[in-house]
């Protein structure tokens, strides 16, 4: 049974950092992929990275490219996320996923077999 659980979420300016976990159960990290989706009110879920849990690998959403990097520490079974130059439409729910089998990129996190409940970022304008 595949458990992930999320925390780092908040509110932050324009323009400010926030750095998000994703605390795995064992299963989580023998898989090949992990990654990050969002959703914002109303929108559709959107993958924004993804990472091999084995070579380290990482692949980025162009929308977030540069701003965001997405890391692991096997030892802790922990994903992270770090955010920074967050802008207002970075709100979103934020989830981590994983996948033993879908390609490891980030438009196919959001179809990823597990997912986190989830936390909130909010960004105001």
């Known amino acids: 049974h595949v458990q992930l659980v999320e925390s780092g979420g908040g509110s932050v300016q324009a323009g400010g950092s926030l750095r998000l976990s994703c605390v795995g159960s064992?299963?989580?990290?023998?898989?090949?992929?992990m990654g990050w989706v969002r959703q914002a009110p109303g929108k559709e879920r959107e993958g924004v990275a993804a990472i091999y849990v084995g070579g380290g690998v990482t692949y980025y959403a162009d929308s977030v490219k540069g701003r965001f990097t997405i890391s692991q520490d096997n030892a802790k079974n922990t994903l992270y996320l770090q955010m920074n130059s967050l802008k207002p439409e970075d709100t979103a729910m934020y989830y981590c996923?994983?996948?033993?089998?879908?390609?490891?990129?980030?438009?196919?996190?959001?179809?990823?077999?597990?997912r986190g409940q989830g936390t909130q970022v909010t960004v105001p304008s």
């Open positions: 996923a994983a996948d033993p089998f879908r390609t490891c990129a980030p438009q196919y996190v959001p179809a990823f077999y597990a």
């Open positions: 064992d299963d989580a990290y023998r898989w090949g992929c």
